[in-house]
Structure formats: structure tokens, C-alpha cells
């Protein structure tokens, strides 16, 4: 069964850093496109960021370019978004989804065939 497992959520104080997991069992996640989305109180699901295709290649919304990373360790099936300069408008549940068909589109929109449960993650003084 495809299971995502998402966690290192938590409180950090503004300009801080998290470290986000993404662990997959049921799938080898170099087969997938991986995104990571985000959903505030009040607002829609939206991509920030998806690591896609062999080589590995990367893409971040406008609103964390420069501040978030995305990685894959294929070793341990798990892909990573390392959080820095954190904001308090970066307060969200964050998620972890995979697609195949998002290796040929654009990585950062939805449909996404499989989600895992989220972590909230706060940014507040």
C-alpha cells in the first residue's frame, strides 16, 4: 500500500529554520513527481515547492524561492524541504504528495494522486 508520512513539524520563532520529512513506503519515490503544499486557515492548498524526474530537478513558488530547499535521499525513500528565514505567513499545515503524471506538467499544480496526513507548521514570536 502507498503510505506518505510526513513530520518535523512544530513552533519556531520568526527567521527561524524546520526541516520537513517526507517518508514514502509502497513506492520508490524516484518513479514520482514529489510535492510539498501548503494550506493556512482560511485558504486553499497551494504548491511551494516539487522535486521531479531523475535528475532530480527542482521548483519553488515565488513566496519561498531562496528561503526553501527541496532534496530527495533515494537511499531512504524520503524527501526533505529544509524551511529557513521562516515567516509567520509560512504558518500552515504543510503536505507531501506524489504523482507520476506530474513528471510531464508542471510539478507545482495540482492533481496529485496520493497525500499524506500534513504537519502543522507555526512561525510566531
Known amino acids: 500500500q502507498l503510505q506518505l508520512v510526513e513530520s518535523g513539524g512544530g513552533l519556531v520563532q520568526p527567521g527561524g529554520s524546520l526541516r520537513l520529512s517526507c517518508a514514502a513506503s509502497?513506492?520508490?519515490?524516484?518513479?514520482?513527481?514529489i510535492g510539498w503544499f501548503r494550506q493556512a486557515p482560511g485558504k486553499e492548498r497551494v504548491g511551494v515547492s516539487c522535486?521531479?524526474?531523475?535528475?532530480?530537478?527542482?521548483y519553488y513558488s515565488d513566496s519561498v524561492k531562496g528561503r526553501f530547499t527541496i532534496s530527495r535521499d533515494n537511499a531512504k525513500n524520503t524527501v526533505y524541504l529544509q524551511m529557513n528565514s521562516l515567516k509567520p505567513e509560512d504558518t500552515a499545515v504543510y503536505y507531501c504528495?506524489?504523482?507520476?503524471?506530474?513528471?510531464?506538467?508542471?510539478?507545482?499544480?495540482?492533481?496529485?494522486?496520493?497525500w499524506g496526513q500534513g504537519t502543522q507548521v507555526t512561525v510566531s514570536s
Open positions: 504528495a506524489a504523482d507520476r503524471a506530474a513528471l510531464f506538467r508542471l510539478c507545482l499544480l495540482p492533481p496529485y494522486d496520493y
Open positions: 509502497g513506492f520508490t519515490l524516484d518513479y514520482y513527481a
Open positions: 522535486i521531479s524526474g531523475s535528475d532530480g530537478s527542482a
